[in-house]
């Protein structure tokens, strides 16, 4: 870790070691393995050191590359520029990059027209470690995505069109965008949970009063974040701003121009507009309760005894027991108990009485279970079977 700007008199490396820590990065001084180096880009202040220790940490990490093989690499900055085209500044990271390699970076392709060095020089090839402008790509990559060179133009069109459908398979899969009505899956699937609003309203008393009441849900660890407030009709900012941001678009007594509609379906982004304070609050409060953590409901539906375990073929251990107290469900979740240790907990995949499958046992008969997964079953053993349902959890 480089720690700049230590020439200005308020410089404090000792509070910056400290607030790493906080991102487990623990400097050698403080008894870690990150190297901490104070240097001044101003001043050129630790700057050898900095080299020296990135040599060091190198040699120590085995980096090594073989620059007789076919390029590859990562794009680190890319952009349009209007005399050059696509400009891309990739790092070789194996093999030698040279003019006229054909390359895959992304869904996009090209062969290489030029290079350029840090120095703003053309050179032929890069080695590997080296970072270079590189012009004649298709279009403009994106930073992080990783390069390739491939023997010809051909087979360099074939990837591209295989990554192009399945990007397109994947967008078709996903919605682009949240949307209110797609809470509940998204948050089901784990991919979020907070609810991003741009919002707008008539005149700026109406907008505090609607800040004011949503504010007041955002409780039981859900985040309602608010990208943009303002006053005025929704405009094409908005929807920008709101496509970004994944964020939808809330507007009270306000109007949108059809430009803007056109804009907001292209862009995916879910624009609703309300005329009373009300119906927009029980709008969003039914959304945000889809992003809150469901409580767990368990209730205790009986207990077994393991007497005996079988092997049988094509259904693995099977569990010889007897109904001690209450029933036992064929889709109850059961938790294993060895003495007063919970051994392990899952759900059933076989219930049997006698030769036959059941969907329950009551006390005092003897049954088969077998259970999920290699568990690791002993006689004695007991079975408990629990009913667990998840609640969606209501606002109060």
Known sequence: VAVNKVDLPEANPQKVAQQLTQHELISEEWGGETILVPVSAK???????????????????????????????????????????????????????????????????????????????????????????????????????????????????????????????????????????????????????????????????????????????????????????????????DVMLAAASDAVVIGFHVGMDPRVQVQAIAEGVDVRTFQIIYE???????????????????NFLGRAEVKRLFQISKVGIVAGCVVTKGLIRRDATIRIIRGKDRIAEGPLTSLKRVKDDVREVAEGIECGIALQGNVDLQPGDLLEAWDIKKVARKLA
């Open 43 to 237: 001043t050129g202040q630790g700057i050898d050191r900095l080299l020296e220790m990135l040599l060091l940490e190198a040699e120590m990490l085995e980096l090594k590359a073989d620059p007789t093989k076919p390029a590859q690499g990562t794009v680190i900055e890319a952009r349009l520029s209007s005399e050059r085209g696509s400009v891309a500044t990739l790092l070789v990271q194996q093999g030698t990059l040279r003019v006229g390699d054909v390359v895959v970076v992304g869904t996009l392709s090209g062969r290489v027209r030029a290079l350029v060095n840090d120095l703003r020089q053309r050179v032929k090839e890069a080695v590997p470690s080296s970072a270079v402008e590189v012009l004649g790509l298709s279009g403009v990559p994106k930073a992080g995505d990783r390069f390739i060179v491939v023997p010809d133009e051909k087979l360099a069109r074939t990837l591209v069109e295989k990554r192009q459908e399945r990007l397109a398979d994947r967008t078709v899969a996903a919605p682009k965008r949240i949307t209110l009505d797609e809470l509940h899956q998204r948050i089901a699937e784990g991919k979020l949970k907070e609810l991003k609003v741009v919002l707008k309203a008539d005149v700026q008393g109406s907008l505090e009063a609607i800040v004011q009441s949503l504010s007041k849900l955002d409780t039981h660890g859900v985040k309602l974040r608010f990208i943009h407030t303002g006053v005025g009709d929704i405009s094409e900012s």
């Open 280 to 298: 927009l609050v029980t709008s969003i409060q039914s959304a945000i309760e889809g992003l809150l953590e469901p409580t767990i409901e368990e």
